[in-house]
Structures are given as structure tokens and as C-alpha cells.
């Protein structure tokens, strides 16, 4: 016990990012937390460690990955496997291995932001706990389920691909695309900086590309120039209402120049692209003889269904217990026919429910003396 205190007060201190804490936590969880595996787990995960380190690239410098993290702490070295150990499982190399004499130790900290709240502070309760009521959620604590979905989506852009996301209107679409941005400093292997960009507020290509060199910070360009000055940026595109692409203004040439730039796994694009319909039944022009559509082989189409009986019972429970209600509300609940009435009226539809469910509360709110 003496030794492994003199070696502790000695240790070697790192600290690591909210982004790369998230990160590890994740690939933790959803790869070696199992339930009854706990040391065999832990050994996996130190030998999955030491197997990718020759595969490692050296992303922009200017982010904190895993990737860069490991091949900048050199963690061939026993003392940063004893960190990772002891920062992900509670408990150090050393009680992992019986080789315990000669281990450096390491120890990881996380930087303060990682505490910091998901529900920002409000300045107040609200009254009613179902909304917005119209228009995408854009703020996270109000954001609701799709983790399988998303879970898929990041699967599909660590792959190298690039996503479509088709769905009716007004079915979560812009709310899961705005959620996606937020995750992808975490989410992703490779680090790219996200950009939201709702066609409807773009009228031509000039307007296109004036947003995207204005969001990377250079001048304006097109063509040729656009594609050089975009070599070394890294982003990951996210376009919301990609219909708009299919009126006056809008040409199958900008598609192409979004292909080319999408293409491989180390490409300046990285797209993801919200629809109502296929890509290939939206842009017919792309059908043309001797002609592909700018999006096949690079887009990935994942239509996103209605909500089931499960995750509408789910919603109504989260929504009546958010810690953003007025205390005095909190004790209402919804009859299990008033939930039964919800399903069949809102036939799954995110939007259908939310404002049905805002009906239904306030009925309660106005019996209250």
C-alpha cells in the first residue's frame, strides 16, 4: 500500500475534455459494460486499446479526440491504461493485472464544463410541460427520444458514409437533425464542426455557398475555388428542407459538387440531409441518361417512423415529471384511458401528440381550485 502511495503522489496528471470524457464513456458503455463481465471486460478493453493504436491517424490538432489523445500521450505506455482504467471503471490497472510492480500511475481528470448542468438554468416554471407546440425543438433538455436512431446515424457517418433522413412533415425531422449537431462533437471518430442549414432560409446557390464561406470563414467562392479553399476544413453538413434543392435556382451542379466533396472516409464534407421522399424520387434530373444521382453511394437513407405505443407512454411520463414544472403541477397525471385516447388520436405523430397531450393538461389545470 506504501508503494502504491508513493507512486500516486508522483503521478502523472492529465486532463481531458468534456467531449473526449463523453467519448470514452460511450464507447465504454455501449462495448464492455455488461453486467457479470466485469474483469474479463476490463482486460478487453485494454487489449482493444493496444490493438487500434497502429491504425491511428492524427486528426486536426486543433481538437481533443480519442485518437489524438492516445497517440499524444504515447498509450502504449501501462501509466495511461491505468488512467483510462480508473477514470472508466472506478478501479486501476494495478486491480486489473497481477504485474503490479513496476506500473507508473496516471491520473485523469475532467474539466469542470463536464458538470455543468444539461437543463440550462431557467428563469422560471412552466405551466404546462407539452411543448413547443409548433415549429422543431431546438433546445436539448426539451428534446425527446430517437436514440436508436441516432445511435444508427453516427454508426453510418464513423463509417465513412454520409445520411439521409426521410420522414413525413412535421414528424421530428429538423428536431433530430438540430440534435445530431449538438452530439457530433462526441459522437463522431473524426473530429468535424457542424453546421445546421435550413434551405428555406436560402433563395439560390449564390445564397448556398455565401452561408457555408461565411460558416468556415473565407471569402466568397464557388466552383473550383469553393472545392480548394474547402481541402482543409472538415464539416459536417447538415442540410434541413433539402427539397428547396429541386426549385428555380438550384441546380443538379451543386449536388455533384457536394458528392465530390463527401466522398472518403477523410473527405471536407460529411453530409446529412432531410426529406420527405427518396433522394432519387426528389432530384428525377439526376436520372437523366448518362447521368447518377449526385447522392447514390454516398447518402444512406433512414426513414424515421412514427413513435410506438411504448415511447408515447415514455413521452407523456418524462413530460409530467420535467423538473421545469411548477411543483404545485407536478402531481397531475394522465388516466390510463386519457394515455389510450393519446395513441389513437395522435396515431404515433411527435407533433399530433404534443399538442393533444397540451389539451389534455390544461383540462386538468383548469379544474385546480
Given at each position: 500500500m506504501t508503494n502504491d502511495n508513493n507512486k500516486r503522489e508522483n503521478a502523472h496528471p492529465i486532463t481531458v475534455s468534456p467531449e473526449l470524457y463523453?467519448?470514452?464513456?460511450?464507447?465504454?458503455?455501449?462495448?464492455?459494460?455488461?453486467?457479470?463481465?466485469?474483469?474479463?471486460?476490463?482486460?478487453?478493453?485494454?487489449?482493444?486499446?493496444?490493438?487500434?493504436?497502429?491504425?491511428?491517424?492524427?486528426?486536426?490538432?486543433?481538437?481533443?479526440?480519442?485518437?489524438?489523445?492516445?497517440?499524444e500521450n504515447k498509450p502504449r505506455e501501462c501509466w495511461l491504461i491505468d488512467g483510462l482504467c480508473q477514470l472508466l471503471l472506478e478501479?486501476?490497472?494495478?486491480?486489473?493485472t497481477e504485474n503490479q510492480e513496476q506500473l507508473p500511475i496516471v491520473e485523469i481528470t475532467i474539466e469542470t464544463a463536464i458538470f455543468k448542468p444539461v437543463i440550462q438554468p431557467n428563469p422560471g416554471?412552466?405551466?404546462?410541460?407539452?411543448?413547443?407546440?409548433?415549429?422543431?425543438?431546438?433546445?436539448?433538455?426539451?428534446?425527446f427520444g430517437r436514440t436508436q436512431e441516432i445511435k444508427r446515424i453516427f454508426e453510418t457517418l464513423n463509417s465513412g458514409s454520409s445520411v439521409a433522413i426521410i420522414g413525413e412533415r412535421q414528424i421530428g425531422k429538423s428536431s433530430l437533425l438540430i440534435e445530431i449537431s449538438r452530439q457530433a462533437q462526441t459522437q463522431l471518430f473524426q473530429p468535424r464542426k457542424p453546421f445546421y442549414l435550413n434551405l428555406q432560409d436560402i433563395h439560390d446557390e449564390d445564397d448556398f455557398y455565401q452561408s457555408l464561406c461565411d460558416h468556415v470563414g473565407i471569402e466568397f467562392c464557388k466552383g473550383y475555388r469553393f472545392s480548394r479553399n474547402l481541402q482543409n476544413h472538415r464539416l459536417l453538413l447538415i442540410l434541413d428542407e433539402v427539397e428547396k434543392m429541386t426549385w428555380d435556382g438550384f441546380?443538379?451542379?451543386?449536388?455533384?459538387?457536394?458528392?465530390?466533396?463527401?466522398?472518403?472516409?477523410?473527405?471536407?464534407?460529411?453530409?446529412?440531409?432531410?426529406?420527405?421522399?427518396?433522394?432519387?424520387?426528389?432530384?428525377p434530373d439526376s436520372q437523366d441518361i448518362w447521368m447518377t444521382s449526385p447522392f447514390t453511394g454516398i447518402c444512406i437513407e433512414y426513414k424515421l417512423n412514427r413513435w410506438d405505443e411504448q415511447t408515447i407512454c415514455n413521452f407523456i411520463k418524462s413530460r409530467l415529471n420535467s423538473p421545469l414544472l411548477k411543483p404545485e403541477y407536478k402531481t397531475i397525471t394522465f388516466t390510463e384511458d386519457e394515455i389510450i385516447e393519446l395513441i389513437n388520436n395522435s396515431?404515433?405523430?411527435?407533433?399530433?401528440?404534443?399538442?393533444?397531450?397540451?389539451?389534455?393538461?390544461?383540462r386538468y389545470l383548469e379544474e385546480l381550485p
Open positions: 463523453g467519448q470514452l464513456c460511450q464507447a465504454f458503455d455501449q462495448r464492455y459494460k455488461q453486467e457479470d463481465k466485469e474483469r474479463f471486460n476490463r482486460q478487453q478493453f485494454i487489449n482493444d486499446w493496444f490493438q487500434k493504436l497502429p491504425d491511428i491517424q492524427q486528426p486536426p490538432p486543433t481538437h481533443q479526440t480519442v485518437y489524438n489523445f492516445l497517440k478501479k486501476t490497472f494495478d486491480k486489473t416554471f412552466i405551466n404546462n410541460p407539452f411543448q413547443p407546440l409548433n415549429g422543431c425543438v431546438d433546445e436539448s433538455h426539451l428534446f441546380t443538379n451542379n451543386i449536388r455533384g459538387q457536394l458528392r465530390g466533396l463527401a466522398e472518403g472516409m477523410n473527405a471536407p464534407l460529411r453530409l446529412i440531409v432531410g426529406a420527405c421522399t427518396s433522394l432519387d424520387q426528389l432530384f396515431q404515433g405523430h411527435p407533433q399530433k401528440l404534443m399538442a393533444l397531450s397540451y389539451q389534455t393538461f390544461n
